[in-house]
């Protein structure tokens, strides 16, 4: 397997992802001991079952030769006795088997998913519907769990039953077994017919199921826009169409399992069997003892026969989810590690050569070239939707060019190892997300490996001037965040993302408009900590603070994905049209004391 | 093992029922389906004599073999079996079918309700509980509740038939009946010191699943900071940690589950042996017949059929009713926001009164103390001050977000608490800071508060904010699809899109929190332009932390941990040279072209007061 990964485990198990059977097959043979062992203890739980009828025909047997047959049936008792508790244990210990089989595979399935999700590269997940995402990785999940415990191991349990009535029949007389194996024979035949049905709702069932949970994933997140245009009920017609699509499924399904055929087949061949067995008595050719064990066995054909309905039906539902998880983890990637690449430390010379870049056919960025020797800081301006951020992604490849080529150090990106690149790169984004963990754990979030020191942590909050509001919390930097803990305000979240990126000591620094929400006092304190922090380090900062633009040492003007201008502030005052635009614009500062000095 | 429990606990909402209570809630969603629920119920009686009928006829055929050898009886009785078969699957075929509708019904309206009420629910809701577990509440355990609707309707055939094999089993030798009933007790025992078992185990194992769900759900929205800071393993290590938490649970509780049948099973048999020793004692003493001992052997199986099965299916019901559990919880749980009346508001003027309100988000930290603030209609209103101060809990109050402890909020003279806020929020238009985008194209966007809108009036609208300039940079203008959150746009896209979206909704009052952060000085330039027409008849509150928003306002609010310090014009605070001049100084200069981090003011060049595009 060469699938392209951005993170891969040490020694991960290598699963068959060729098709949703093979996968789930190469996941339990993972553990062969619980599948093989299970599988053996089921088939003797069978056997040992079965023998009941016959020692209950024995029984009968015994009782109609009066007295006499006393001490037979104690003894048939006893037996009975003795082989209950045997047969109670081991179908306990197949049955926790199959139970260990069933949640190792969904843990393992759930990591093999979670690793690969890591590695999928930013295009991929920019494509993926969260909601949906979530689905496959907990509903279908959850599908897959029980497809092995209850479903597997009721089929398999099942399936050995009727393979050992069909031999204790034959026990009794080969002749009996005209109509059980008929009946098997057309059972079979029913069942797959019923699977095929099957097959197509379920997955139908499974794929509305995430749409719907798409639906509900965006309303929930979206819910202060839906609250605040009074759109609820756009929302819920929304919402009801999904799911009533779902319901419709649901409905066929049951439809389907209630047309289920082998239980009428079953019927019939109840009939026939007693007629035969009638037959066979009046032709001397087996006694009444051997037509009661007979009918008695007969009978146990209803829990193979019953049970297929769910049990099938669960395994149709399994697979369904599973060619679902399969689908996304075989989706291709288009970034790797890149483990053979250049690995070192880095001196943050940047180079763009020709780029152009574009999500889909429309390119958003468009033969860009710049260079930024080590130190620099660079100062990107332009209008929304110029490129700028798309810029700033292709240097720790979270996307790729397209064509030309970004060069680190005179090496290509494409050529460094991704984690070397990756781990020397800090990025302080726009829409900060932070972890529902404790303040000190997203701080210390970049660090790789190494203990946490607290005092590392506490420097860096107070280098992102982040430390005093921390220290407000009630329990300051162990303060929960997000769920069950403080929702903090835009101004708060991006110092802390500051924070995290200074932890790091990253060679390029990546600011995309990290400052414009901190409105406080604490805003020139940041900037002064920035500007430390900038020292030495190659920094790409998109900003609109006319501040930050003036004091860059380059500016690169962006306009619909072309650089039109490039230089100092002094430069580009001169010869930018545009760039001049953006400061007419401005109403200049007049500090207090020339207002007060005009009065 | 304690290690194993954490992070287990109960969200704040959740509450505890009894079965009977769940049960009687759960057959509440079912009484709009009486009719169908009733057929059903006919066909489950049906199914279940019919099911009877096979033991009883097999008896009385071999006790015609052994008693007169009619074989022509027999055929008869064949007969009978094969169309009390047909009989019985053509029950359970429309059994199962009305069964499938009518919970498939059931489920939709639970699931609208579950998601209704979740979009009820104020602000405070979705600070508290994260999207992942209020999702998997609505889809995921109501899908668990169709479990256990459906497992009722079997458990009702299971009883039933058990009840009718007994009364047969009394009415043909009720000292063999008793006989066989002796296990009984042993059974419902077991199966009750079961439920409370089950039930504290279910809980815990579907917590843990949700723990896990959760942490897939943040490494799902997490996942471009992860690849920035290159910590896939330590994401990896802190979700295997937690999926292992969840194996460990969930496999003690699949034990409890998978061993009760086989123990069950093993006391069932137990009976069954009972029965052939005694029974066949009885035979031998010539008390009964060999057929009447035959049908009670056979029919015993049977008898303990439908208790084996039901102990079977109960991990499922106990789920599926834990499940339930979770949605009445969610629908039962108290909005924090009360509304007294439901008086949909004429046009509304605009002015909005503060008096001697207290609010706080918990019982922690007090946002609003004792705050009066008078809005006039018309007004724009720029709230500045320190992060935290509680500017964005001001808009987010008149939005009737939160629910505030003390004093009075009055929109036109009347109390916030009387209106009904559908209406009333029609009237109001949102900037927020990140605009949130439905996936969709542009135009689906700006259209999302007036569904009504023609594309003429988007058009309209979209070329009215910074002269259309930005539709050009969209690839495809307006049918340009912005992607699940927006995340196909840039930031300041976004923020243009929620702009004109708040300017088709043609409001009343306007909340703008910093809702220009990103959008560059250009476009920023041609917004403002825009807004000051837009902003001109109405009341406008801006929480804004750029100058040009600020000195455009009529009135501007210094605040301060909750408190209004200074409020009036750019001119006069800054010549009260007090907090406003203070804050302006030090906050606002670093926007200027003219302020060099950390070294302070440096001047470029000496202008007046006045705008340089009017000098």
Not at chain 1, 484 to 510: D, E, F, K, M, W
Not at chain 1, 545 to 555: E, N, P, T
Not at chain 2, 156 to 175: D, P, T, Y
Not at chain 2, 248 to 273: D, H
């Amino acid at each position: 397997m060469s699938a392209r990964s951005e993170f891969t485990l040490a020694n991960d198990y290598q699963y068959n992802r060729s098709g949703p059977v093979r996968w789930i097959v190469s996941h339990l043979l993972r553990y062969k001991f619980f599948l093989f062992g299970g599988m053996f203890m089921a088939v003797t739980t069978n056997a040992l079952y079965s023998t009941i009828p016959l020692f209950t025909g024995e029984a009968f047997n015994a009782v109609q030769r009066g007295q006499t047959g006393l001490p037979q049936l104690i003894s048939i008792t006893l037996i009975l006795l003795a082989l209950l508790l045997v047969q109670g244990s081991i179908d306990l210990s197949a049955r926790f088997s199959a139970e260990v089989l069933s949640k190792r595979f969904t843990r393992d399935a759930r990591e093999e998913l979670y690793s690969n999700l890591l590695g999928k590269s930013q295009t991929f997940h920019n494509r993926q519907q969260v909601g949906d995402v979530m689905a496959r990785a907990t509903n279908d999940m959850s599908q897959l769990s029980d497809m092995v415990s209850p479903a597997f191991d009721t089929i398999f349990d099942s399936f050995s039953s009727l393979a050992v009535i069909l031999i204790f029949i034959g026990f009794l007389n080969l002749r009996l077994l005209l109509v059980p194996v008929l009946y098997t024979i057309m059972f079979l035949i029913a069942l797959r017919y019923y699977s095929r049905k099957l097959s197509p709702v379920s997955d139908r069932m499974r794929e509305e199921f995430g749409k719907t949970n798409a639906t509900l994933n965006e309303a929930v997140r979206g819910v202060e826009v839906v609250k605040a245009t009074a759109q609820e009920p756009q929302e819920i017609a929304k919402f009801t169409t999904r799911a009533g699509r779902y319901r419709d499924y649901y409905v066929e399904n049951g439809k389907i399992q209630g047309r289920y055929l082998p239980t009428l087949l079953l019927g019939i061949a109840l009939a026939l069997a007693f007629l035969h067995g009638l037959y066979l008595l009046s032709q001397h050719q087996i006694n009444i003892g051997d037509l009661i064990a007979f009918i008695g066995l007969m009978t146990n054909l209803r829990f193979v026969t019953f049970m297929s309905i769910w049990s099938f039906g669960l395994v149709q539902l399994g697979i369904s989810g599973a060619k679902r998880i399969i689908a996304l983890l075989n989706e291709e990637t288009n970034l790797d590690e890149n483990e053979q690449g250049h690995q070192g430390k880095m001196h943050g010379d940047l180079i763009f050569e020709h780029v152009t870049f574009g999500y889909s056919n429309t390119p958003i960025l468009k033969d860009i070239s710049f260079h930024a020797t080590p130190g620099q800081t660079i100062a990107i301006v332009g209008q929304t939707g110029a490129g700028k951020s798309s810029l700033t992604k292709l240097v720790n490849r979270i996307y790729d060019v397209q064509s030309g080529s970004v060069k680190i150090d005179g090496i290509d990106v494409r050529a460094w190892n991704l984690d070397a690149l990756r781990s020397q790169i800090s990025t302080i984004e726009q829409d900060v997300f932070l972890f529902s963990r404790s303040i000190a754990e997203n701080i210390a979030y970049g660090l790789k490996e190494q203990k946490v020191d607290q005092a590392m942590v506490e420097q860096a909050a107070h280098d992102a001037q982040a430390h005093e509001f921390i220290q407000q919390f009630p329990h300051g930097y162990d303060t929960e965040i997000g769920e069950r803990g403080v929702t903090l305000s835009g101004g708060q979240r991006q110092r802390l993302a500051i924070a995290r990126a200074l932890l790091t000591n990253p060679c390029i620094l990546i600011l995309d408009d990290s400052t414009s929400a901190i409105d406080s006092a604490t805003e020139d304190e940041i900037q002064h900590a920035l500007q430390r922090v900038q020292q030495g380090r190659t920094t790409l900062m998109i900003t609109h603070r006319l501040s930050q633009i003036r004091w860059a040492d380059s500016i690169l003007v962006l306009q619909r994905g072309e650089v039109i201008a490039q230089g100092t502030h002094d430069e580009l005052m001169k010869s930018c049209e545009t760039y001049q635009r953006i400061f007419s614009h401005y109403d200049p500062v007049t500090p207090a004391s020339v207002v007060v000095g005009q009065e | 093992m304690g290690f194993i429990m954490e992070g287990l606990d109960a969200e704040a909402y959740d509450r505890t029922y009894t079965d009977r209570q769940l049960i009687k809630r759960i057959i509440s969603y079912f009484r709009p389906k009486v009719g169908l629920m009733l057929v059903i119920t006919i066909l489950v009686v049906l199914g279940s004599c019919l099911d009877t009928a096979f033991p009883l006829l097999i008896a009385q055929s071999l006790d015609a073999l052994v008693g007169t050898q009619v074989l022509h009886t027999a055929l008869l009785l064949v007969g009978l079996i094969l169309v009390s078969a047909a009989l019985s699957w053509t029950c359970n075929m429309f059994r199962q079918h009305f069964t499938a509708i009518a919970v498939g019904d059931v489920v939709l309206k639970l699931r609208t309700d579950t998601f209704a009420s979740v979009m009820e629910r104020d602000m405070s809701f979705f600070d508290e509980f994260s999207s992942g577990k209020i999702i998997s509440r609505v889809t995921s355990d109501t899908d668990s509740f169709a479990t256990v609707v459906t497992l009722i309707l079997n458990l009702l055939s299971q009883v039933l038939l058990f009840l009718l094999i007994a009364a047969v089993l009394f009415f043909r030798n009720a000292h063999l009946a008793l006989l066989s009933m002796t296990i009984m007790p042993v059974i419902i025992l077991i199966a009750l010191g079961f439920r409370s078992l089950a039930r504290r185990l279910t809980r815990q194992a579907q917590r843990s699943l949700a723990r896990v769900n959760s942490n897939v759900q943040e490494v799902i929205s997490g996942i471009t900071i992860a690849k920035n800071f290159r910590q896939e393993q330590n994401m990896f290590d802190a979700f295997q940690d937690i999926n292992k938490q969840s194996y460990y649970v969930n496999v003690r509780s699949g034990f409890l589950y998978n061993g009760i049948f086989p123990i069950l099973v093993m006391i069932a048999n137990a009976g069954t042996t009972i029965v052939i020793y005694f029974g066949g004692l009885d035979v031998l003493g010539h008390t009964i017949s060999a057929g009447e001992w035959f049908l009670f052997v056979q029919s015993i199986g049977l008898l303990w059929l439908p208790l084996t099965s039901i102990a079977s299916f109960w991990s499922q019901f106990q789920l599926g009713l834990a499940a339930s559990e979770r949605v009445f919880a969610l629908l039962d749980a108290e909005p924090r926001i009360q509304q007294t009346a439901q008086h949909p508001p004429t046009r509304i003027e605009g002015t909005i009164d503060f008096q001697n309100l207290f609010f706080s988000y918990d019982d922690k930290q007090t946002v609003l103390k004792n705050f009066n603030l008078h809005i006039k209609a018309g007004e724009t209103i720029a709230f500045v001050g320190h992060t935290g101060a509680g500017k964005s809990s001001i808009g987010k109050l008149i939005a009737r977000f939160y629910e505030f402890q003390g004093g009075q909020l009055s929109i036109d003279g009347q109390d916030i608490r009387t209106f009904d806020l559908h209406a009333y929020r029609r009237q109001l238009g949102i900037v927020p800071q990140f605009p949130f985008l439905f996936s969709g194209t542009v135009t689906d966007n700006i259209r999302y508060a007036r569904p009504d809108a023609t594309d003429m009036e988007i058009e309209t609208v979209a070329r009215h904010i910074g002269g259309g300039d930005w539709l050009d940079a969209l690839p495809e203008g307006l049918q340009t699809p912005v992607g699940e959150t927006g995340k196909a746009l840039s930031m300041g896209q976004r923020q243009i899109v929620a702009l004109a979206r708040v300017l088709l909704q043609d409001p009343a009052i306007i909340i703008m929190d910093e809702a220009t952060a990103s959008i560059d000085p250009l476009t920023e330039a041609q917004i403002q332009e825009g807004l000051d027409v837009i902003l001109k008849d109405r009341t406008a509150i801006v929480i804004a932390h750029r100058l040009s928003t600020i000195r455009h306002a009529d009135r501007i609010i210094v605040i301060d941990r909750g408190n209004i310090l200074e409020e009036g014009r750019h001119e006069t605070l800054m010549q009260q040279r007090s907090h406003y001049a203070e804050l302006y100084n030090t906050y606002f200069r670093h926007q200027s072209p003219d302020y060099k981090p950390g070294e302070g003011f440096i001047e470029m060049t000496q202008l007046p007061v006045e705008d340089p595009l009017q000098a």
